[in-house]
């Protein structure tokens, strides 16, 4: 695991277990513990990998998991030991930024707000996230078309409870201009979307 991101982590922990840590702390906290959570540990941080399993429901609801103390303790002895020598798998992240890096994915649902695009499109290294407004209840597939067929985005995400038509009406225009379709029907962290994009269209992507 990544030894810069745990000391990240056990600084801005420090801070709120003092009672001092603000909205930034918290933001940089959950940032840390998403990145950490897919990556896989080696000898010297498998016990962190298993708390950060158990309290990552506390810590994403902004507050001290119950065993704070002992998470804190972990993450400074992990810190001091030396990282495995052998090569790190990759995380999800990273390999779903090996497949569509440099290139545009369109997002269709959720909230589309400006951070979370920054974030998608940071993490997954794209040339740009599209991340349109949509109509939950009643989306307009067809005029999301111009977009799905633009030359530059690699892939179609999908991250609502759309109809079974427009289901279908979205997973058509995507064959029709030769995109993979990734549907995400609850969630749409930036780990969820790249666990997403793997396992479903690595394959279509080059990917293994």
Same mark, same amino acid.
């Given at each position: 695991?990544?030894?810069?991101?745990?000391?990240?982590? !056990?600084?801005?922990?420090?801070?709120?277990?003092?009672?001092?840590?603000?909205?930034?702390?918290?933001?940089?906290?959950?940032?840390?513990?998403?990145?950490?959570?897919?990556?896989?540990?080696?000898?010297?941080?498998?016990?962190?990998?298993?708390?950060? !399993?158990?309290?990552?429901?506390?810590?994403?609801?902004?507050?001290?998991?119950?065993?704070?103390?002992?998470?804190? !303790?972990?993450?400074?002895?992990?810190?001091?030991?030396?990282?495995?020598?052998?090569?790190?798998? /990759?995380?999800?992240?990273?390999?779903?930024?090996?497949?569509?890096?440099?290139?545009?994915?369109?997002?269709?649902?959720?909230?589309?707000?400006?951070?979370?695009?920054?974030?998608?499109?940071?993490?997954?290294?794209?040339?740009?996230?599209?991340? /349109?407004?949509?109509?939950?209840?009643?989306?307009?597939?067809?005029?999301?078309? /111009?977009?799905?067929?633009?030359?530059?985005?690699?892939?179609?995400?999908?991250?609502?409870?759309?109809?079974?038509?427009?289901?279908?009406?979205?997973?058509?225009?995507?064959?029709?201009?030769?995109?993979?379709?990734?549907?995400?029907?609850?969630?749409?962290?930036?780990?969820?979307?790249?666990?997403?994009?793997?396992?479903?269209?690595? !394959?279509?992507?080059?990917?293994?």
């Amino acid at each position: 695991m990544d030894r810069k991101l745990l000391n990240r982590l !056990k600084f801005h922990l420090d801070r709120a277990i003092a009672g001092s840590a603000g909205e930034d702390d918290w933001d940089k906290i959950v940032a840390a513990l998403e990145a950490l959570l897919p990556q896989t540990p080696d000898a010297g941080t498998r016990e962190v990998a298993r708390l950060l !399993k158990v309290d990552a429901s506390a810590l994403r609801s902004r507050r001290l998991p119950s065993d704070y103390g002992r998470l804190v !303790k972990e993450l400074g002895d992990a810190t001091l030991r030396p990282a495995s020598t052998a090569r790190a798998e /990759p995380s999800m992240e990273e390999r779903a930024a090996a497949l569509v890096r440099g290139r545009a994915l369109l997002v269709l649902g959720g909230d589309s707000r400006y951070e979370h695009q920054r974030k998608l499109q940071d993490t997954l290294e794209l040339s740009e996230a599209v991340w /349109p407004a949509t109509k939950e209840d009643a989306p307009d597939v067809e005029a999301f078309e /111009p977009l799905i067929a633009r030359p530059d985005v690699v892939a179609v995400v999908l991250l609502i409870r759309w109809s079974r038509h427009a289901f279908g009406k979205a997973r058509e225009l995507c064959e029709k201009h030769s995109k993979p379709l990734v549907r995400i029907e609850a969630g749409y962290n930036v780990a969820q979307i790249a666990r997403a994009i793997v396992e479903q269209a690595s !394959k279509r992507l080059g990917g293994e």
